[in-house]
């Protein structure tokens, strides 16, 4: 199994100019919205990493980014809910308006956590910003405040999203066909993992 961009990896849900066409359109909305403010964009790594980086360059304000780790016990390659933070922020976000930068939303238990917790640090203001939401797979209702796609309850990878760490670097989202996802479930007999996300 290997991630390659030289050829096509999956079926392909959106594609490299989908992306960035959608990306410009949500940084206009974020520099409307924060206009005269200084924002914190707190990026969720490892996944959404790629998009911080569309996202913040096609913001014409001034905003500050932070990162967090964070891992999740995952049970059959579902989140649990149950969140480790590996790496916390460097920013004190106190008074600060914060925006959190997720690559997808799926049951929303990961967020939910991370909310409350950033919630606690008491900020001016707390937005949810996501590329992909999977409102199909939601557990628990947590308040996004802008998407990018709403995708089908399908398992996607690329434009920083991984299957086993793998495919990030493809520059479209793409679903894996059913070989790809087998050749995976193989190697893994363990069930329960803990993976930096
Ligand atoms: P949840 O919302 O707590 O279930 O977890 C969301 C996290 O699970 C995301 O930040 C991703 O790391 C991972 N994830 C969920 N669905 C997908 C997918 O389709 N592809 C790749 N990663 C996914
Ligand atoms: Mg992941």
Redesign the pocket.
């Given at each position: 199994m290997k991630a390659s961009t030289a050829s096509t990896v999956g079926n392909i849900l959106l594609t490299e100019e989908q992306i960035q066409a959608r990306v410009r359109e949500m940084g206009a909305v974020l520099s409307r919205e924060y206009a005269g403010k200084s924002p914190v964009l707190v990026n969720?790594l490892?996944?959404?990493f790629i998009f911080l980086a569309d996202l913040i360059r096609s913001m014409d304000i001034p905003c500050e980014i932070d990162f967090m780790v964070v891992s999740?016990y995952e049970d059959k390659g579902?989140?649990s809910?149950v969140v480790r933070i590996l790496s916390d922020l460097g920013l004190n976000v106190e008074g600060r308006h914060v925006i959190i930068v997720?690559?997808?939303?799926?049951?929303?238990?990961?967020?939910?956590y991370l909310r409350e917790l950033l919630m606690a640090r008491n900020p001016a203001s707390l937005k949810i910003v996501t590329l992909?939401d999977?409102s199909e797979?939601?557990?628990v209702n947590v308040p996004i405040d802008l998407v990018g796609f709403q995708?089908p309850n399908?398992?996607?990878?690329g434009y920083g999203?991984?299957?086993a760490q793998l495919y990030r670097n493809l520059p479209y989202i793409t679903v894996l066909n059913g070989s790809q996802l087998l050749d995976f479930a193989a190697g893994d007999g363990s069930g329960t993992r803990n993976?930096q996300?």
């Open positions: 969720i490892k996944g959404g999740s579902e989140s809910g997720e690559d997808i939303v799926d049951t929303g238990l990961t967020l939910d992909l999977k797979k939601r557990q995708i399908e398992f996607v990878v999203l991984d299957y993976d996300r």
